[in-house]
Structure formats: C-alpha cells, structure tokens
C-alpha cells in the first residue's frame, strides 16, 4: 500500500519530540482522528529547530517526518507556504484514500508559526 519512501519516513520518522521552550506550539487534528502537537524553535526569521508528536495512521506519522525535514532551516515565510502536494511529492506519493493525511503537518506548522507570531515581541 505504501512506497519505500513513506515507509522508511514511518518506521524511522525524523525529528519526533517536544522543545521544552518552544517559540512556538501548533495542534491540529483531522476527522479521521489523526492529531499532530509541532514545536517550533525560531532564530533570526528561520526554524532552527522543529519537532512534532503525532497520533494517527502510517501516512500521518511519515507525512509529518516528511515536512519536518522539508522545512527545517527555512525562513517562516517559506515554512508557512508548504503544501500538501508537495509533502506527497517529497514522499514519492501517497494512496489516494491517505492524501487527507498530507495536510496534517502544513496546517501544525502554520499554526506553530501563528503561535510564534502572537507571542509578545520580548520573547522573539
């Protein structure tokens, strides 16, 4: 059901954790009950570090390595305008009835970057 690539970003997911003092925190879940918790750690505009705990299926777990991966190092402005389709890309595809997955980590990272960005500005 799954390629390589999904099941190696499943079985070894990347950057799993919490950031004890996080600049910024998104949780975001979808219908099927899949729920991610992401942290993010932000120096000079970028994500100098990212980590995420997600509950939920196979696609869920890897597409949240996947995106991890993908936008540790960039700036927020780029962080925050990963898409879906290119977490699927990156992943070398998914089956259709798991691309709803996809969305999971982009929309934690946007609101980990919108929690960072509501913080009073002494902390940033």
């Known amino acids: ?20 003092d996080a600049d910024g925190v998104g949780t975001v879940g979808n219908p099927d009950g899949d729920m991610m918790k992401l942290y993010i750690k932000v120096a000079d505009g970028r994500l100098v570090d990212i980590k995420y705990k997600t509950f939920g299926c196979a ?41 709803a997955c996809s969305m999971l980590a982009p929309d934690a990272i946007r609101a980990a970057i919108d929690d960072y960005r509501r913080r009073p500005s002494d902390t940033q």
């Open 59 to 99: 696609a869920a777990i890897a597409t949240s390595s996947a995106a991890s991966e993908m936008v540790k190092g960039k700036s927020l402005e780029e962080a925050a305008v990963l898409g879906s389709d290119e977490v699927v890309s990156y992943l070398n595809g998914l089956p259709e009835e798991k691309v």
């Open 1 to 20: 059901m799954y390629n390589d690539t999904v099941m190696d970003h499943f079985e070894n997911p990347r950057n799993t954790g919490e950031i004890a």
